[in-house]
């Protein structure tokens, strides 16, 4: 098994620009999130999905969109970068309450 | 406002000492309480995890102590080794909910060897 997946692992934005950030896990997870890690500031929880065709917003989910179409996905669309979006982001997956989060190794996004 | 909060920001132990990392919140709903571990680079980890129910739970050399009335819980760490220097984080949820966890700032420990 791999686990959780994200792509890619590093990524230099321009201002403006919009992108992508992959998430797939292959353990049939139910619950999927998107965290974000910013120095100081620990783990913020940006978008969540409790399974396929439902998401709701965690703390910080300005300037971000995700959708959750397969149990296996969930992508995370930047959709107008800015530089206070440079951060370390992570995907994690669980497969039920209360058994905790996988997370995946993340993806360093640097907006210049 | 800060949902979890988590102290100290750093700590420095000899190898062999116990580690302590404290954590409160305020939100009396929250029901399922976990420790993740961070290594450079690394995603985080789930360490080991309590429900209010109990007031200890001890898995190995970690071991989470538990204050419903007091609205707060630690980690200890016995017989401190180098190899547990990394990040932990307290976290918090509502209803056994893995869907939307709420984590602390995050504790830097090193472990003298």
């Known amino acids: 098994n791999a686990g959780v997946t994200q792509t890619p692992k590093f990524q230099v934005l321009k201002t403006g620009q919009s992108m992508t950030l992959q998430c797939a896990q292959d353990?049939?997870?139910?619950?999927m999130s998107w965290y974000r890690q910013d120095p100081g500031m620990g783990l913020r929880l940006i978008h969540y999905?409790?399974?396929?065709?439902?998401?709701d917003q965690g703390e910080v989910p300005n300037g971000y969109n995700v959708s959750r179409s397969t149990t296996e996905d969930f992508p995370l669309r930047l959709l107008s970068a800015a530089p206070s979006q440079t951060s370390v982001y992570f995907c994690a997956s669980s497969r039920a309450r209360g058994y905790g989060y996988t997370f995946g190794s993340g993806t360093r996004l640097t907006v210049v | 406002q800060q949902q979890v909060k988590q102290s100290p920001q750093s700590l420095i132990v000899q190898k062999g000492g116990i580690s302590i990392i404290n954590c409160a919140y305020e939100?009396?709903?929250?029901?399922?309480f976990p420790w993740y571990q961070q290594f450079p680079g690394k995603g985080p980890a789930l360490l080991i995890a309590?429900?209010?129910?109990?007031s200890e739970k001890k898995e190995g050399r970690f071991t989470i102590s538990f204050n419903k009335s007091a609205k707060q819980f630690s980690l200890h760490i016995m017989d401190s080794q180098p190899g547990d220097s990394a990040t932990y984080f307290c976290?918090?949820?509502?209803?056994?909910?893995?869907?939307?966890?709420?984590f602390g700032k995050g504790t830097r420990l090193h472990i003298l060897p």
């Open positions: 976290a918090a949820s509502v209803g056994l909910g893995d869907d939307k966890i709420i």
């Open positions: 999905s409790v399974g396929a065709g439902i998401t």
């Open positions: 939100n009396t709903a929250f029901d399922y």
């Open positions: 309590i429900r209010p129910d109990v």
């Open positions: 353990m049939n997870h139910e619950y």
